[in-house]
């Protein structure tokens, strides 16, 4: 590690997670995009790598090698995968970067099936990479970016033709991991004939975004938060995920999923429970797996009663979900889904988790929102809750809505806020890409952010009995309550919360800004 010439000051530090037990590549090593053609290799993995390089986190003489079934030279290849990498137009420094990116990415083509093109996939790195290696050692790092329908071949191709005898092997999956609890197992199983749990890097791309890794932080390091966390204090949480688009003609991909198997089971369920866990031995990868493997395991499998699901309608111009040319005309796919669940643990015992996530809404928003309960009455009337807000993304956040007297000569509690914005506070801070975050987490062998097999399968657990009741395999399917394109959700969405305690603020609340006089 780099030093600055004085001594390090050790307020702040977190030794667990600085530890040199992780077993970082740092020579030697090849890094194999498998999907390279496609469009999440092309919109995040390597843009992703290019930042890494860029910030001088790539292993020493790190060679990429990009394979898919597409036939294209290596002028095509680099066009491809720089396309969604922003460089401006007066960063030199940049663009030479950029041309020695490209000048160790190399591409192949091959099958994702076939025991002979994964061979070819082997000597071409073998011959035109490792031969020049100085020593012995020789890494490898893959990269499935694929469809879940070849997870398994191209796993047991790559430990067949493609894994180093002379060196540490690791494998990158994509979600999603099946598509219910019986799926997930077969897909973890046959995995597991192959690749063990320690080589293995399963990716939930929310957990390496930095207001979630914040989390650990802001509970476990402050006395005035933590002490109040737990159901003496809160009423409710929410967790709510936004998009104001639809499926754009994606349709037929996301009708095979819908919107609890794409946001909620994987990426919002990972927030609760870094949210709701105990406090961990150490902020080691194992120590923090296990508190969340504990907690999930608290959550029974969700009710039908505490589910509301929606399908957006055309309305402001936009077409509606079964305008979509690739969604069957009948499909009762929700777009939209609210879920309530429940920890049975002494910590949480009666506090609703409300989960939200919908396509085709008012605006771009992912956040948890944390409203404590009512202060005690008498003294004062209709005041509003305490509120801890985590904005995940966009514009990266943390405020405490709190109650302070207003502004001059009146007497009276209004609604004001302590907030950390990012950008304000931390100027000259780029928060880096949740992408850039984990691969240098898989390169380190730092599994920390990654999801363990035990916890897919409690998780599938939770999601899979109310999944089946949407799929028709337990009886009619329910039909989603329409909600119009570019609005907050179903109209029922209010009554919905409200049920399980959640009290809105005064309507003249706004933040950041308020006008005291509109009060």
């Known amino acids: 590690?780099?030093?600055?010439?004085?001594?390090?000051?050790?307020?702040?530090?977190?030794?667990?997670?600085?530890?040199?037990?992780?077993?970082?590549?740092?020579?030697?090593?090849?890094?194999?995009?498998?999907?390279?053609?496609?469009?999440?290799?092309?919109?995040?993995t390597y843009p992703a790598l290019f930042g890494l390089y860029r910030m001088g986190f790539l292993p020493r003489d790190v060679h990429i090698v990009g394979y898919?079934?597409?036939?294209?030279?290596?002028a095509e290849y680099h066009k491809r995968i720089t396309s969604y990498i922003k460089i401006a137009d007066n960063d030199a420094e940049g663009k030479e970067k950029l041309e020695e990116f490209?000048?160790?990415?190399?591409?192949?083509?091959?099958?994702?099936?076939?025991?002979?093109?994964?061979?070819?996939?082997?000597?071409?790195?073998?011959?035109?990479?490792?031969?020049?290696?100085?020593s012995k050692e020789r890494n490898r790092l893959f990269y499935l970016a694929l469809p879940p329908s070849?997870?398994?071949?191209?796993?047991?191709?790559?430990?067949?033709?493609?894994?180093?005898?002379?060196?540490?092997?690791?494998?990158?999956?994509?979600?999603?991991?099946?598509?219910?609890?019986?799926?997930?197992?077969?897909?973890?199983?046959?995995?597991?004939?192959?690749?063990?749990?320690?080589e293995t890097f399963?990716?939930?791309?929310?957990?390496?975004?930095?207001?979630?890794?914040?989390?650990?932080?802001?509970?476990?390091?402050?006395?005035?938060?933590?002490?109040?966390?737990?159901?003496?204090?809160?009423?409710?949480?929410?967790?709510?995920f936004k998009e104001p688009f639809g499926t754009e003609g994606r349709g037929g991909y996301f009708d095979e999923f819908g919107i609890i198997r794409d946001i909620l089971q994987n990426h919002l369920l990972q927030v609760?429970?870094?949210?709701?866990?105990?406090?961990?031995?150490?902020?080691?990868?194992?120590?923090?797996?296990?508190?969340?493997?504990?907690?999930?395991?608290?959550?029974?499998?969700?009710?039908?009663?505490?589910?509301?699901?929606?399908?957006?309608?055309?309305?402001?111009?936009?077409?509606?979900?079964?305008d979509d040319d690739t969604v069957p005309h009948n499909s009762v796919c929700p777009t939209f889904a609210a879920t309530t669940l429940w920890i049975h643990n002494p910590r949480w015992e009666g506090v609703p988790f409300i989960l939200k996530?919908?396509?085709?809404?008012?605006?771009?928003?992912?956040?948890?929102?944390?409203?404590?309960?009512?202060?005690?009455?008498?003294?004062?009337?209709?005041?509003?809750?305490?509120?801890?807000?985590?904005?995940?993304?966009?514009?990266?956040?943390?405020?405490?809505?709190?109650?302070?007297?207003t502004p001059g000569l009146n007497t009276r509690a209004i609604p004001t806020e302590m907030d950390l914005t990012y950008k304000r506070r931390f100027t000259e801070i780029k928060?880096?890409?949740?992408?850039?975050?984990?691969?240098?987490d898989a390169l380190r062998g730092d599994h920390s952010n990654f999801v363990r097999d035990d916890e897919l399968d409690v998780a599938w657990k939770i999601f899979t009995p109310i999944l089946h009741w949407i799929d028709g395999k337990a009886g009619p399917a329910p039909k989603p309550v329409p909600y119009p394109y570019g609005s907050r959700g179903p109209k029922e969405l209010d009554s919905f919360i409200s049920k399980y305690g959640f009290k809105r603020t005064v309507a003249e609340y706004t933040w950041p800004i308020m006008n005291v006089s509109a009060l």
């Open 1 to 44: 590690m780099a030093t600055t010439g004085r001594p390090r000051a050790m307020s702040g530090t977190i030794p667990s997670m600085e530890s040199s037990a992780h077993d970082a590549l740092k020579d030697n090593t090849v890094i194999v995009v498998l999907g390279a053609s496609g469009d999440l290799a092309k919109k995040k």
């Open 68 to 74: 898919a079934r597409t036939k294209m030279d290596d």
């Open 102 to 134: 490209k000048k160790f990415s190399f591409y192949i083509s091959g099958g994702y099936e076939d025991g002979p093109s994964f061979e070819n996939l082997n000597n071409f790195i073998v011959d035109n990479i490792e031969s020049k290696y100085q």
């Open 150 to 198: 070849v997870f398994i071949p191209v796993a047991q191709h790559l430990k067949e033709q493609c894994y180093s005898k002379d060196g540490k092997n690791r494998i990158i999956v994509e979600k999603p991991f099946g598509k219910d609890l019986e799926s997930c197992r077969q897909l973890l199983g046959s995995l597991k004939q192959h690749w063990t749990e320690d």
């Open 202 to 240: 399963r990716i939930d791309h929310y957990l390496g975004k930095e207001m979630v890794k914040n989390i650990l932080v802001l509970r476990f390091a402050n006395v005035a938060l933590s002490s109040g966390w737990d159901k003496n204090s809160i009423s409710n949480v929410q967790i709510t």
């Open 272 to 322: 609760l429970s870094i949210l709701t866990m105990e406090r961990p031995v150490s902020f080691s990868a194992e120590d923090i797996r296990d508190e969340k493997v504990k907690v999930l395991r608290a959550i029974p499998p969700i009710e039908r009663s505490d589910t509301l699901l929606g399908q957006y309608v055309a309305a402001n111009g936009k077409p509606g979900y079964l």
């Open 357 to 405: 996530a919908g396509k085709a809404l008012n605006e771009a928003k992912v956040e948890v929102r944390i409203q404590f309960k009512d202060v005690t009455q008498g003294i004062f009337k209709d005041i509003s809750r305490n509120e801890l807000v985590i904005r995940i993304q966009p514009s990266e956040a943390v405020y405490l809505k709190l109650n302070t007297k």
């Open 431 to 440: 928060i880096p890409e949740a992408y850039e975050a984990l691969i240098l």
